[in-house]
């Protein structure tokens, strides 16, 4: 329903795909959750909705095994974060492609995310992201979400999510920066 009500506000379009992503990887529907986080994606949205698409993206790729894309969100937060002024959605975004990376077994850029993470979250005094960072353990692989079933409305909503997956991931993405 907020889906339909946001209309042509791409800036609120943007922020129920996340929120809805979010939902539904955390409801172990991971490929739904990546088609949201992905239509975010294809567009240009403000950097505090697009981070977060980032970091959904990651975590959804890597329980889909897609170890390539999880390395390829990384290198996107590594330009984007430098770019853009949103640094708690950046430090977010760091933590859960953390958590990714270690899914997909990369250790070594599982232990540069968890870094920014603390980096950014120290610097700007985010004690509670502070704590996530800190808690990411780099030598234990994080259990998967465990589906769940949906009702019959949360089935044809999460359909009409998966629709939106654009045919390929962008080669780059980019963020309206915050002033």
């Known amino acids: 329903r907020m889906y339909d009500l946001a209309g042509t506000n791409q800036i609120a379009v943007g922020e129920v795909l ?32 697009g981070l977060h698409a980032l970091g959904g993206f990651a975590l959804t790729s890597s329980v889909l095994g897609d170890a390539e894309s999880v390395a390829w969100t990384f290198a996107e937060l590594e330009t ?11 430090a977010s975004a760091y933590c859960e ?3 990714a990376l270690l899914a997909v077994g990369d250790i070594a850029l599982a232990k540069m ?35 769940c079933v949906l009702t019959p409305k949360a089935s044809v ?7 939106l997956q654009p045919s390929r991931r ?10």
């Open 18 to 49: 996340v929120n809805v992503g979010q939902l539904l990887y955390a409801a172990g529907h991971s490929e739904q959750g990546r088609a949201a986080f992905a239509a975010v994606l294809a567009t240009v949205p403000p950097a505090r909705i």
């Open 80 to 90: 984007e974060v430098a770019r853009v002024n949103s640094p708690l959605a950046g």
């Open 97 to 99: 492609c953390a958590a």
């Open 113 to 147: 995310a968890r870094a920014r993470a603390i980096e950014i979250a120290t610097s700007h005094g985010f004690k509670a992201l502070l704590a996530k960072a800190v808690a990411i353990e780099v030598d234990v692989r994080p259990a998967l979400p465990i589906p």
């Open 157 to 163: 909503v999460a359909r009409r999510i998966g629709s």
């Open 170 to 179: 962008p080669d780059r993405v980019s963020f309206i920066a915050a002033a």
